[in-house]
Every structure is written in C-alpha cells, then in structure tokens.
C-alpha cells in the first residue's frame, strides 16, 4: 500500500502571499522542519526573514494524494507550481517541481487537464486562490499569454450561464468603474475586435431596463469636437440600411419627446 502525500503551500501569516509549494508524507513533522533549515535557499532565507520578525510561514495543505505510487504526486506539484506562477505568486521554489524539477510533457499536461476538467473547486480553495492573487500584479508577459488563452477558448453554454447569472444585478462599484475607464482611455481596438464585438451583439435584444440606464447616462453629455469629427469620417460616404434609417428616425423622435418633456417640467417647476 502507497504512501499518502500532501501537496501543501507555505504563505506570508499576515497578507496571505503564497511562497513556496512542496510536497511531503510527513506533514505535520514537515511544519517544524521548515522553521530550523540549515541550507541557503531562497525559501529558507524567506523563512528566515520572517522569524528575524517574530513570525512563521503558514503550512496549509492543497492536495491529498492517498496510496501514492511515488510518481503521481510529480505532476500534481508541478500543476500547481506552474499555475501559482501564472497566477502571479512570487514562489521561492528553485524549480518547477518533482524529481530533478523536470518540465511537463504534453502528454503529462493532457492527463492533467482532463482529471481536472469538470471539477467544482470548493469556496475554500477560491477563497486561497483569491487571497494568492490580491494585491499580486502580474508581468506583461503573463497578461499577454492569459490574454491569448482566453482569446482562442470555447466556454461551454453552462459556464456562460453560470457567469450570467453570478453578473446578473451586480453593482459595480465606482471606483471600480473609474479604473476601467482609466485602463480604456485612449484605447484603439484592432479591427478584430470590434468584428467580434459586433458578432457577439448582433441579433442580442437589450432590456427595456438596460436602454433606459444607457438613455439616462448619455442624456446632456456633449461630445467633443474630436469625437464629433472623428464619428463623421467614419460616417463619411457609408450607406445605411431602410431597417437602420427607420431604428434612427425612431431614436430620434423618442429624444424629442424626452426633451419636450423635459421642458415642461422644467417650467412646471418654476
């Protein structure tokens, strides 16, 4: 019969950053070990450091791999190596895991993806995974590799449904909003991007509510003259559709009943 092996994370006691992920059959000796190690490592200095402080690393386990076959705990410590460093975590680890630190195969990573395809994570190991990544800024490379991932994936119709649903009435806070608008300023899409950004809205029928918040948040705003400028060079010499002429009459003649409205409230105020 195997052994069984914990696959387990050592972090900052006071913001929670993960440092180091290693793998051990002795988990609650392999807490004390940490703290008196003689070698010259980045963990052990990280560790050092932090008794110099009066504090200790926190040792909480990821995985429980029971009867262990002495191989198949390689590649769960690379997996969770190689995503903590997606992720952003500055990890003390001098390889990326297992044996002789030996890189993933493709076939090793297919076998990987396939046992964690379909699996729930607890709201435990969400709670870890977020607390890993707060405050963690993540390299240009790393934006550009998520980037390209996320780019050529096909979520399947139930993890979009779910998404919907958690986004469905959530408020985005203000200060949220004023970063999105700071990260989009000055922002030029490629022209692929804004074909698929037009495919993904065609034939989508908005809400009542949703055309209400937009009327109301465009309602009195001026647009510069640049932007004035730069909507009639796109404009210029394009051929609208009866359909599209006919949406934009209608438009039109629902903003001069708003405004006449508002006129006469307006008057009827004062």
């Known amino acids: 019969m195997g052994l069984t092996v914990h696959i387990y994370t050592l972090a ?3 913001t929670g950053e993960i440092r180091y992920v290693g793998k051990t059959c002795r988990y609650e000796k392999r807490k004390t070990e940490h703290l008196y190690e003689g070698n010259r490592t980045r963990k ?17 386990p990821l995985e429980i791999i029971e009867n262990s076959n002495d191989e198949d705990w390689q590649d769960v410590e690379r997996f969770w190596i190689e995503n903590l460093r997606f992720l952003g975590c500055n990890l003390t680890n001098l390889d990326s895991g297992g044996r002789r630190g030996k890189c993933q195969s493709e076939e090793t990573r297919r076998k990987i993806g396939n046992a964690h395809k379909g699996r729930v994570r607890s709201l435990e190991s969400r709670r870890k995974q977020g607390l890993a990544r707060r405050g963690v800024a993540r390299s240009a490379i790393a934006n550009i590799n998520h980037a390209a991932a996320m780019r050529n994936s096909v979520k399947a119709k139930e993890h979009l449904a779910r998404m919907c649903a958690g986004n469905r009435n959530r408020i985005t806070p203000d200060h949220v909003k004023a970063k999105i608008s700071e990260a989009n300023k000055g922002k030029v899409r490629t022209l692929e991007m ?38 009639a060079a796109f404009h210029k010499g394009r051929k609208r559709s009866p359909e599209t002429c006919a949406r934009i009459a209608e438009a039109a003649r629902r903003t001069a009943t708003r405004k006449a409205l508002l006129r006469q409230l307006e008057s009827g105020s004062t």
């Not at 200095?45 to 909480?60: F, Y």
């Not at 009195?220 to 400028?229: P, Q």
Request: proline share 3%.
């Open 12 to 14: 900052h006691p006071i």
């Open 44 to 60: 052990s200095n990280w560790i050092k450091s932090l008794r110099n402080l009066g504090l200790k690393p926190v040792m909480e």
């Open 194 to 231: 804004r074909m698929h950004l037009s495919a993904m809205k065609t034939g989508v029928k908005r809400s009542a509510e949703s055309i209400r918040k937009q009327s109301l948040s465009l309602l009195g705003r001026k647009h510069s003259a640049e932007h004035v400028a730069k909507r």
